[in-house]
């Protein structure tokens, strides 16, 4: 599909990477890594060529499609989700104006016996054909199943996209790539405003797409689910293994190795020849051999081992004082954004020491809980800290609002006290920060950076308790790992708000569930979440709930009622076990058809009516549900 050779990028007359050659093939999912800066972005906009290589060559297949999902988007205003979201369809939509015209021109013509109007009949044929082709008659069905996948609902779909932030308009992006009949897709950081549940959903349709996949991506649990394959850029070379990440470690690092030995052994014979030739060469009649023996290591290959950049962050969070046992106490707390009402009537208590991650679909108040938490926003109800409690906060905008014209150097020394301003360029260089790099500007530093320098701009200032929003976005799988061994240390008391399932594991013991309005409690980490949850599917744990719920009516004693009664019941019983038993099938066929969307996408979703007969059966289910509800409380006043 695509061959890349001697690939080289420079800015400003210094390689960015140089030489780099590598080939793309159907169904190749590749993980990208990296440091940050190390060019991950920077390949991914020569792959869709929206910047100029500085040399060597890319071959593309003929027809070959490609969609980018970029970090930075760009909407038109006064569009729906939908409308945006249907943008994916350009040609569909162009024919749909077509039809329009056409049939708008054959209900007003009389000409029946016309050239023209039976060149009207014959475009008519021919662009319903296309239509159908093209798949016209499926795709507004296929967008409402990726919107509601990532994480939209359907009353959603009609409001426009101004009205949405900046993560969840990525979503609708992202929905109009994986809509469109793409054979390459490059995903730049596409988990970085996702909540759990979408990046699984998201994991699951990757899995089954047919084409080519590049992706960049610091989530390590991510690239394991995803990739096949896996490319490093380091140092301005790549590391090309067809392995996902966590084995690609592993296979590198034994490579390493066995190049590290090879490289010893070669080391000790060059020196043992060098040894002969200074002993030789100083006897006349030993001085042809000791040419002989120079002209054999001029000849030697010399083995390289793979270079690592191994620079990493130094961070350590250390607890300012000893705050009371009591850290936070909450009454009825409430939270409305207009008609909008994100959480009601919650009662929170959290103890020192407590290690809490706050887990959920976006838009349900983690976020809205943590700024309460710290005063950044008015609320309802009552929250009070207790004794000594000292909070650093690392909101999840924090980087956006570093000031753009001022340097690395500036923002950390305006943020330091006379206590500590004699030590920010050291606490800048344990951040990467050294040299001429404390002389950036924010404006031109890289997504990773500017969260690094957040980060750093946090520990100026004293705290026990450590709230942090969506603290790994862009950082690189570096960085992450060591940001959760400076959590892992640090002893006050940590809440942590975080998509990333990889790095909460270890990190917490309490799991806070966000969900319609309200929060619960779960005594565990983020897997026993997950599996109580089974957050692949929500929907199946609420189905489970209800048929719980019939098996433990079916128990209930019948004693003591009129035969009438008796009656009554019995046919309402049965009638109960009737419409189980139509729920347990009907669940069947969609668990049936949702896995076989995960496998194959596009063949399935190319079946004639597919989607029609899956919306349907959802449609069936729902009512269903509700004549059960209807019944059970009719067996329930009985009984």
Known sequence: MLNVHNLTVSFMGTDLFSGITFKLNKGDRIGLIGKNGAGKSTLLKVLSKDIETSGGTMAFDKDVNMGFLRQDIDFVEGRTILEEAYQAFEEIKGIE?????????????TDYESEEYSQLIHDLTDNTERYELLGGYNYQGDTEKILQGLGFKREDFDKLTDTFSGGWRMRI????????????????????????ESIIWLEN??????????????????LDNVTNRTIEISLGQIYDYKKPYSQFLLLRGEIKEKQLQAQKNQDREIKQKQHLIDKFKAKASKASMAQSLMKQLDKVERIEVDQDDNATMNIRFAKSKEPGKIIIEAENLSKSYGDKHVLENVDLLIERNSRIAFVGQNGQGKSTLAKM???DIPFKGHLKLGHNVEIGYFAQNQSEHLPPEKTVLQIMEDAATDSNRARVRDMLGSFLFGGDAVDKKAKVLSGGERNRLALCKLLLSPFNVLIMDEPTNHLDIASKNVLKEALKSFSGTLILVSHDRDFLQGLTDTVYGFKDKVIKEYLGDIDYFLEEHKMENLREAEKRTIVKEIKETAKKETSQLSREEEKELKKLKNKLSKIESEIATIEAQIEQADYDLAQNYEEVSARPNFFKNY????????????????VEEKVTAIS
């Open 173 to 196: 992006e992202l929905a109009k790539l994986l809509l469109q009949n793409n054979d390459i897709l490059l995903l730049d950081e596409p988990t970085n405003h996702l909540d759990i």
């Open 97 to 109: 104006l077509k039809l329009d015209e056409i049939n708008e021109q054959l209900a007003t013509r």
């Open 373 to 375: 938490m710290v005063g």
């Open 615 to 630: 919306e349907a059966k959802k449609a069936k289910l729902d009512v269903l549900l509700e004549d059960w509800e209807q």
């Open 205 to 222: 349709f990757l899995k089954g797409y047919s084409g080519a996949i590049v992706l960049v991506s610091h989530d390590k649990m991510f």
